[in-house]
Protein backbone atom coordinates (compact mmCIF):
# COMPACT_ATOMS: atom_id res chain seq x y z
CA UNK A 1 0.00 0.00 0.00
CA UNK A 2 1.03 3.20 -0.42
CA UNK A 3 2.26 5.87 2.02
CA UNK A 4 -0.70 7.60 3.47
CA UNK A 5 -0.15 11.77 2.66
CA UNK A 6 0.48 14.05 5.22
CA UNK A 7 -3.44 15.38 4.81
CA UNK A 8 -4.60 11.78 4.75
CA UNK A 9 -2.66 11.08 7.94
CA UNK A 10 -4.24 14.13 9.52
CA UNK A 11 -7.94 13.44 8.56
CA UNK A 12 -7.56 10.36 9.79
CA UNK A 13 -6.09 11.18 12.99
CA UNK A 14 -9.22 14.10 13.26
CA UNK A 15 -11.70 11.51 12.10
CA UNK A 16 -10.70 9.20 14.57
CA UNK A 17 -10.58 11.69 17.86
CA UNK A 18 -13.99 13.28 16.40
CA UNK A 19 -15.67 9.58 15.95
CA UNK A 20 -14.52 8.45 19.66
CA UNK A 21 -15.80 11.74 21.00
CA UNK A 22 -19.19 11.57 19.47
CA UNK A 23 -20.01 8.23 20.24
CA UNK A 24 -19.55 8.59 24.16
CA UNK A 25 -21.22 12.16 23.95
CA UNK A 26 -24.68 9.51 22.33
CA UNK A 27 -23.85 6.56 24.77
CA UNK A 28 -24.35 9.77 27.80
CA UNK A 29 -26.33 11.63 26.42
CA UNK A 30 -28.83 10.42 28.87
CA UNK A 31 -26.95 11.61 31.31
CA UNK A 32 -25.21 14.63 30.19
CA UNK A 33 -28.59 16.27 28.96
CA UNK A 34 -31.43 14.51 31.22
CA UNK A 35 -34.80 15.08 29.04
CA UNK A 36 -33.15 14.73 26.22
CA UNK A 37 -35.35 11.44 25.63
CA UNK A 38 -38.17 10.41 27.49
CA UNK A 39 -38.02 7.80 30.64
CA UNK A 40 -38.39 4.12 29.04
CA UNK A 41 -40.99 3.01 31.17
CA UNK A 42 -42.00 -0.17 28.95
CA UNK A 43 -39.80 -2.57 27.48
CA UNK A 44 -41.03 -1.08 24.08
CA UNK A 45 -40.12 2.41 24.55
CA UNK A 46 -36.59 1.41 26.17
CA UNK A 47 -36.14 -0.87 22.71
CA UNK A 48 -36.88 2.11 20.68
CA UNK A 49 -34.26 4.40 22.60
CA UNK A 50 -31.68 1.55 21.94
CA UNK A 51 -32.32 1.67 18.25
CA UNK A 52 -32.55 5.21 18.47
CA UNK A 53 -29.20 5.17 19.78
CA UNK A 54 -27.51 2.70 17.32
CA UNK A 55 -28.47 4.45 14.74
CA UNK A 56 -26.96 7.64 15.89
CA UNK A 57 -23.87 6.27 17.11
CA UNK A 58 -23.04 4.56 13.32
CA UNK A 59 -23.93 7.81 12.05
CA UNK A 60 -21.23 9.19 13.87
CA UNK A 61 -18.32 7.77 11.93
CA UNK A 62 -19.71 8.89 8.80
CA UNK A 63 -20.73 12.46 9.61
CA UNK A 64 -17.39 13.20 10.72
CA UNK A 65 -15.61 11.84 8.10
CA UNK A 66 -17.44 14.56 5.78
CA UNK A 67 -16.91 17.25 8.71
CA UNK A 68 -13.12 16.33 9.04
CA UNK A 69 -12.71 16.62 5.20
CA UNK A 70 -14.85 19.88 5.10
CA UNK A 71 -12.56 21.45 7.61
CA UNK A 72 -9.51 20.30 6.73
CA UNK A 73 -9.68 21.84 3.34
CA UNK A 74 -11.04 24.90 4.28
CA UNK A 75 -7.88 25.04 6.34
CA UNK A 76 -5.17 23.71 4.35
CA UNK A 77 -6.21 24.81 0.79
CA UNK A 78 -7.08 28.13 1.36
CA UNK A 79 -4.46 31.42 -0.28
CA UNK A 80 -5.02 34.73 0.32
CA UNK A 81 -5.64 36.12 -3.00
CA UNK A 82 -7.94 34.79 -5.96
CA UNK A 83 -5.84 31.80 -8.16
CA UNK A 84 -4.79 32.83 -11.73
CA UNK A 85 -4.54 28.99 -12.53
CA UNK A 86 -6.71 25.80 -12.44
CA UNK A 87 -5.59 23.60 -9.87
CA UNK A 88 -4.60 20.12 -10.83
CA UNK A 89 -6.64 17.54 -12.28
CA UNK A 90 -8.07 15.43 -9.34
CA UNK A 91 -8.19 11.69 -10.44
CA UNK A 92 -9.86 8.84 -8.78
CA UNK A 93 -8.83 6.83 -5.93
CA UNK A 94 -10.30 3.25 -6.72
CA UNK A 95 -10.05 2.20 -2.92
CA UNK A 96 -11.43 5.01 -1.48
CA UNK A 97 -14.38 5.28 -3.56
CA UNK A 98 -14.73 1.60 -3.27
CA UNK A 99 -14.57 1.62 0.55
CA UNK A 100 -16.54 4.52 0.54
CA UNK A 101 -19.82 2.58 -1.13
CA UNK A 102 -18.76 -0.72 0.00
CA UNK A 103 -18.98 0.42 4.12
CA UNK A 104 -21.87 2.97 3.32
CA UNK A 105 -24.14 0.28 1.77
CA UNK A 106 -23.22 -2.35 3.92
CA UNK A 107 -24.20 0.24 6.99
CA UNK A 108 -27.80 1.04 5.19
CA UNK A 109 -28.80 -2.09 4.19
CA UNK A 110 -27.60 -3.56 7.81
CA UNK A 111 -29.77 -0.69 9.28
CA UNK A 112 -32.75 -1.63 6.73
CA UNK A 113 -32.79 -5.22 7.47
CA UNK A 114 -32.41 -4.60 11.64
CA UNK A 115 -35.57 -2.13 11.49
CA UNK A 116 -37.26 -4.17 9.77
CA UNK A 117 -36.96 -7.25 12.00
CA UNK A 118 -38.02 -5.22 15.00
CA UNK A 119 -41.26 -3.62 13.50
CA UNK A 120 -43.72 -6.79 14.33
CA UNK A 121 -43.14 -5.56 18.10
CA UNK A 122 -44.75 -2.49 17.63
CA UNK A 123 -48.23 -4.32 16.01
CA UNK A 124 -48.38 -7.44 18.35
CA UNK A 125 -49.86 -7.87 21.74
CA UNK A 126 -47.59 -8.06 24.49
CA UNK A 127 -48.40 -11.95 25.83
CA UNK A 128 -51.15 -12.22 28.55
CA UNK A 129 -54.73 -11.44 29.11
CA UNK A 130 -54.94 -7.97 27.71
CA UNK A 131 -56.58 -4.35 29.50
CA UNK A 132 -58.59 -2.86 26.81
CA UNK A 133 -58.78 0.71 26.39
CA UNK A 134 -60.68 2.32 23.87
CA UNK A 135 -58.47 5.92 23.11
CA UNK A 136 -60.86 8.60 21.54
CA UNK A 137 -59.55 12.21 20.14
CA UNK A 138 -61.52 14.96 19.42
CA UNK A 139 -60.24 19.06 19.22
CA UNK A 140 -58.81 18.97 21.88
CA UNK A 141 -58.72 16.40 24.22
CA UNK A 142 -58.33 12.53 24.60
CA UNK A 143 -60.86 10.12 26.27
CA UNK A 144 -59.99 6.84 28.02
CA UNK A 145 -62.60 4.48 28.22
CA UNK A 146 -62.31 1.11 29.79
CA UNK A 147 -64.98 -1.74 28.02
CA UNK A 148 -63.79 -4.92 30.76
CA UNK A 149 -65.21 -2.37 33.70
CA UNK A 150 -68.48 -1.11 32.41
CA UNK A 151 -67.17 1.55 30.27
CA UNK A 152 -65.76 3.74 33.13
CA UNK A 153 -64.48 6.61 31.02
CA UNK A 154 -62.21 9.52 32.52
CA UNK A 155 -59.39 11.87 30.68
CA UNK A 156 -56.34 10.32 32.54
CA UNK A 157 -54.67 7.18 31.47
CA UNK A 158 -54.96 5.14 34.17
CA UNK A 159 -52.08 1.70 33.82
CA UNK A 160 -51.58 -1.10 35.94
CA UNK A 161 -48.24 -1.75 35.82
CA UNK A 162 -46.65 -5.09 34.51
CA UNK A 163 -50.22 -5.41 32.60
CA UNK A 164 -50.58 -6.46 28.91
CA UNK A 165 -52.56 -3.61 27.02
CA UNK A 166 -54.44 -3.39 24.31
CA UNK A 167 -55.40 0.29 22.75
CA UNK A 168 -57.93 1.28 20.55
CA UNK A 169 -57.64 4.34 18.96
CA UNK A 170 -60.15 6.27 17.26
CA UNK A 171 -60.78 10.17 16.93
CA UNK A 172 -63.99 12.18 16.35
CA UNK A 173 -63.38 14.32 13.92
CA UNK A 174 -60.00 15.02 12.41
CA UNK A 175 -56.91 13.05 12.32
CA UNK A 176 -55.00 12.49 15.65
CA UNK A 177 -52.18 10.91 17.25
CA UNK A 178 -52.64 9.03 20.50
CA UNK A 179 -48.32 9.51 21.35
CA UNK A 180 -46.88 8.00 24.86
CA UNK A 181 -43.28 9.13 24.35
CA UNK A 182 -42.28 7.22 28.13
CA UNK A 183 -44.37 4.32 26.72
CA UNK A 184 -43.07 3.96 23.02
CA UNK A 185 -46.36 4.29 21.66
CA UNK A 186 -47.83 6.05 18.74
CA UNK A 187 -50.19 5.23 16.24
CA UNK A 188 -53.28 7.46 14.16
CA UNK A 189 -56.35 8.16 15.30
CA UNK A 190 -58.36 8.39 12.69
CA UNK A 191 -62.40 9.14 12.28
CA UNK A 192 -64.21 6.39 11.25
CA UNK A 193 -61.30 3.63 12.25
CA UNK A 194 -59.78 1.96 14.94
CA UNK A 195 -55.99 1.40 15.21
CA UNK A 196 -55.06 -1.02 17.64
CA UNK A 197 -51.48 -0.44 19.98
CA UNK A 198 -49.71 -2.69 22.16
CA UNK A 199 -47.77 -2.12 25.70
CA UNK A 200 -46.80 -3.35 28.82
CA UNK A 201 -45.82 -0.46 31.13
CA UNK A 202 -43.45 -1.58 33.89
CA UNK A 203 -42.24 1.37 35.66
CA UNK A 204 -44.37 3.25 37.86
CA UNK A 205 -44.91 7.19 37.55
CA UNK A 206 -46.73 9.94 35.73
CA UNK A 207 -46.21 10.44 32.51
CA UNK A 208 -48.02 12.42 29.37
CA UNK A 209 -49.92 11.99 26.67
CA UNK A 210 -49.67 14.07 23.73
CA UNK A 211 -51.17 14.56 20.27
CA UNK A 212 -48.46 13.97 17.19
CA UNK A 213 -50.42 14.90 14.44
CA UNK A 214 -51.05 18.78 13.66
CA UNK A 215 -54.99 18.79 14.11
CA UNK A 216 -55.63 22.36 14.82
CA UNK A 217 -55.33 25.24 16.99
CA UNK A 218 -54.78 23.27 20.07
CA UNK A 219 -52.93 20.95 19.16
CA UNK A 220 -49.98 21.43 21.16
CA UNK A 221 -52.15 21.83 24.27
CA UNK A 222 -53.62 18.36 23.50
CA UNK A 223 -52.10 16.38 26.47
CA UNK A 224 -53.51 14.37 28.94
CA UNK A 225 -51.78 12.81 31.86
CA UNK A 226 -50.93 9.02 32.15
CA UNK A 227 -50.39 6.86 35.33
CA UNK A 228 -48.90 4.16 35.72
CA UNK A 229 -50.25 2.59 39.14
CA UNK A 230 -49.79 -0.54 41.17
CA UNK A 231 -52.36 -2.98 40.43
CA UNK A 232 -54.70 -2.35 43.69
CA UNK A 233 -54.12 1.73 43.02
CA UNK A 234 -56.21 0.76 39.72
CA UNK A 235 -58.41 -1.25 41.21
CA UNK A 236 -59.77 1.64 44.03
CA UNK A 237 -59.43 4.10 41.04
CA UNK A 238 -61.85 1.94 38.89
CA UNK A 239 -64.41 1.24 41.32
CA UNK A 240 -64.40 5.09 42.90
CA UNK A 241 -64.79 5.86 38.88
CA UNK A 242 -67.76 3.39 38.78
CA UNK A 243 -69.73 5.04 41.52
CA UNK A 244 -69.63 8.59 39.72
CA UNK A 245 -72.21 8.45 36.85
CA UNK A 246 -70.78 9.52 33.77
CU1 LIG B 1 -54.78 16.20 17.89
Avoid at 227 to 232: E, F, G, Q
Wanted: net charge positive; with cysteine.
Amino acid sequence: MRKMSKGARQITFWWAVTTVLGVVLVIYAHRLLPGMLPVGASPLARSQDFTLGLFTALAVPVAMLVWVVTAHTIITARTKELPTEEGPPIHGNSLVQSLWLGLSSALCIGLVVYGLALLPDVYTPRPGKQLVVDVTGQQWQWTFSYPGYGNVTSTTLMLPVNQAVTFRVTSMDVTHSFWVPALGVKIDANDHEITTAYVRPDVLGTYTVRCAELCGLYHAYMQAPAKVVTPATFQSWVHTQRRIPA
